[in-house]
C-alpha cells in the first residue's frame, strides 16, 4: 500500500508543471493506445485491435465527431518467453464545429516493461509515440463579423480575414510510463503520459504565432476479483492541457456468465462539474463491446435538454505467445 501511495504522489507532483484540448473519451479505459505506448504492458493477451467512436453536442450546434482505431502486439525477440516489448500504430479522426475543424492524428507507438525484481509482482512500463498531425478547417463554412451590415448578414461581404492556409501538418511525440502491481485478489496500475512535447507551430494566420499546448493525463485504477465471481473496477482519469482540465471517477462491476469466455459489465462514471455516464458491456469470447452515454449536468444543459456524448467502443483480442509465467492474476480486459 505504501508503494501504491508513493507511486501516486509521483505522479501528481508531475501535473504541477501544467500552465486547444486534445480529443477525450469517457470511455478512457477502452481506447488504451489514447493512454499511451505503456498501457499496452495491461493487456491480458499478444495482439489487440480497439475501435472508438464518440459524437456529442448534437442538440447544440453541429456534432462532434470522433473516431479512434488503433492495433497493438505484444513482440517477442530471441525467444518466446523475451515478450517484454510492445508495438503498434494509431489513428484518430475528430471533426468539430460550424467549420468542420479537422484533426488527423497517425502515431506509431513503442513500449517496453520490466519486472522490478524476479520474485516481485510489479512491474514499471515506458512508452514513446512518434507521428505526425494534420489539421484543417473550412473558412467558407464560417461567418465573420464585418459579414452583418445592420440587422442583416451579408455571405458575399468581405470578411476582413487573411488566412495563410486552411490546413498545417507537424511532427508529434508523446511519452507515457505505468506501474502495475499484481496481489492476491487485486491488480494495481497507475498510468502517465505527456502529449506534444515539441509543443509544434500550429497557426492558419502567420501574424498569430502559437504552439501547441502539452496535454497531461493520470489515470489510477484497480482490478478487484471477488470471491463470488464479480470483478469491480474503480478508476480515475485526470487530464490537464493549457487552462482545461477533466476529471472523470467512477467504477464498472463485471458479471460473470454461466457460459464460458462471456460476461457482462455495467458502470458509473461522473465527469466533475459536467455529467454523468452510464455505461453498459458485453464480453463475447475475444470481442467486448461497450456503449456509454453522457447525461449533461453542466449549466449547458438548458441548451442541450441534458444530452451530451453517445459513445461506442469495440475491442478485439487474442493470445498467441506464452504468457508471462509471473503473471498469476487476470489483467485489465480493456
Request: proline share 4%; with cysteine.
Amino acid at each position: 500500500m505504501k508503494l501504491r501511495i508513493n507511486i501516486i504522489i509521483v505522479l501528481l507532483s508531475l501535473m504541477q508543471s501544467v500552465v486547444a484540448q486534445d480529443i477525450h473519451y469517457s470511455q478512457y479505459n477502452y481506447s488504451p493506445l489514447n493512454l499511451g505506448g505503456a498501457a499496452t504492458s495491461l493487456m491480458n493477451a499478444d495482439f489487440r485491435v480497439a475501435a472508438n467512436n464518440r459524437k456529442q453536442w448534437k442538440s447544440v450546434t453541429v456534432p462532434y465527431q470522433t473516431f479512434s482505431i488503433g492495433a497493438e502486439e505484444k513482440l517477442k525477440f530471441f525467444n518466446d518467453q523475451l515478450n517484454n516489448f510492445t508495438g503498434g500504430f494509431l489513428i484518430n479522426q475528430d471533426k468539430a464545429g460550424d467549420g468542420a475543424f479537422k484533426t488527423l492524428n497517425c502515431y506509431l507507438s513503442v513500449g517496453y516493461q520490466y519486472q522490478l525484481t524476479k520474485d516481485s509482482n510489479s512491474w514499471i512500463a515506458f512508452g514513446v509515440s512518434p507521428g505526425f498531425t494534420q489539421k484543417s478547417i473550412d473558412f467558407n463554412k464560417l461567418t465573420f463579423d464585418n459579414q452583418f451590415t445592420g440587422d442583416l448578414f451579408n455571405p458575399l461581404a468581405p470578411t476582413g480575414e487573411s488566412p495563410t492556409n486552411n490546413r498545417l501538418t507537424y511532427f508529434d511525440i508523446g511519452g507515457s510510463m505505468l506501474f502495475h502491481q499484481v496481489k492476491e485478489s487485486q491488480h494495481f496500475y497507475a498510468i502517465y503520459q505527456i502529449r506534444h512535447i515539441n509543443r509544434a507551430k500550429q497557426n492558419f494566420y502567420s501574424s498569430i504565432p502559437y504552439k501547441q499546448s502539452v496535454y497531461h493525463q493520470i489515470v489510477i485504477g484497480d482490478i478487484i476479483q471477488s470471491s463470488n465471481g464479480f470483478t469491480y473496477l474503480p478508476s480515475l482519469s485526470f487530464s490537464k492541457q493549457s487552462k482545461f482540465s477533466e476529471c472523470i471517477l467512477g467504477a464498472e462491476v463485471i458479471i460473470p456468465s454461466t457460459k464460458k469466455n462471456q460476461s457482462i459489465a455495467g458502470g458509473l462514471h461522473y465527469r466533475v462539474k459536467d455529467a454523468i455516464i452510464p455505461s453498459i458491456a458485453v464480453n463475447y469470447n475475444k470481442f467486448r463491446i461497450g456503449l456509454s452515454y453522457d447525461i449533461n449536468l453542466s449549466s449547458l444543459r438548458t441548451a442541450s435538454n441534458s444530452k451530451g456524448g453517445a459513445e461506442i467502443s469495440i475491442i478485439y483480442q487474442t493470445m498467441q505467445i506464452k504468457a508471462i509465467p509471473q503473471r498469476k492474476t487476470i489483467c485489465p480486459i480493456y
